[in-house]
């Protein structure tokens, strides 16, 4: 894999990989998580075509919950692709409190448009 930078535009619910600093590679979709207590909520992963395979989502993912340990919120993978990379960093991936998962499924039912 080429240098890898990840930027973070939480604005935007887009945490981003480039190559070199200037190829965009991939990213995940996200969002913030209105209700208390407060989550991020992986919703997508996606790696650009002739870039897969080189590590990319997971690198994504592991910055995703470093994000959010630095925010001091947990992660709630709902996205396919970061639940599986989950499941398999159980060290890097804490479990999110059931009631936050309940609450982020209900946000993102309720805009789904944003999604």
């Known amino acids: 894999m080429a240098d890898l930078e ?12 480039f190559e070199d600093g200037t190829t ?12 208390e207590p407060h989550a991020l909520v992986a919703v997508h ?7 897969e ?3 990319i989502a997971g690198a994504l993912v592991r ?9 001091g919120v947990p992660v709630v993978p709902l996205c396919p692709y970061a639940a599986k990379w989950a499941a398999k960093h159980p060290d890097e991936a804490p ?3 059931e009631d ?10 309720a805009t789904p448009e944003l999604w």
């Open 95 to 97: 479990v999110p409190p």
């Open 24 to 35: 965009y590679v991939g990213v995940i979709v996200y969002f913030a998580l209105h209700a």
């Open 45 to 51: 992963t996606v790696v650009e075509d002739g870039h």
């Open 100 to 109: 936050v998962v309940s609450a982020a499924k209900l946000q993102l039912k």
């Open 63 to 71: 910055e995703f919950y470093a994000v959010a340990a630095r925010a």
């Open 53 to 55: 395979g080189q590590g």
């Open 6 to 17: 990840i930027r973070d535009d939480r604005e935007k619910g887009r945490l981003e990989a």
